[in-house]
Nanobody
Framework: QVHLVESGGGLVQPGGSLRLSCAASGIIFSIYTVGWYRQAPGKHREFVHSISSGGGTKSADSVKGRFSISRDNAKNTVYLQMDSLKREDTAVYYC??????????????WGQGTQVTVSS
């Protein structure tokens, strides 16, 4: 059974930092692209940052220069370092792991989310 468990969310003041973790079990974690998405109240879920199995990263324009992503395959964990947080970063943050085979099969898993609230 596959599990993705996010942690590290919480309440932080504007300008502060948080580090989110996504711990995976039940999959060969190293072959998956892992991404972070977020969903604010009344809004659609949006892409934040991702890291491929080879370490390549992509990020949304809204977080460039403030958020960074890394992975530790030995710990089956991906981290999202969030600095210079803004009120508009407030959302539930979700971890996603995806892998597509050469035959077109897709394996796609989501965590349960962790709340990040940026407020003074």
């Amino acid at each position: 059974q596959v599990h993705l468990v996010e942690s590290g969310g919480g309440l932080v003041q504007p300008g502060g930092s948080l580090r989110l973790s996504c711990a995976a079990s039940g999959i060969i974690f190293s072959i998956y692209t892992v991404g972070w998405y977020r969903q604010a109240p009344g809004k659609h879920r949006e892409f934040v940052h991702s890291i491929s199995s080879g370490g390549g990263t992509k990020s949304a324009d809204s977080v460039k220069g403030r958020f960074s992503i890394s992975r530790d395959n030995a710990k089956n964990t991906v981290y999202l370092q969030m600095d210079s947080l803004k009120r508009e970063d407030t959302a539930v943050y979700y971890c996603n792991a995806v892998y597509s085979t050469s035959r077109g099969e897709k394996y796609d898993y989501w965590g349960q989310g962790t709340q990040v609230t940026v407020s003074s």
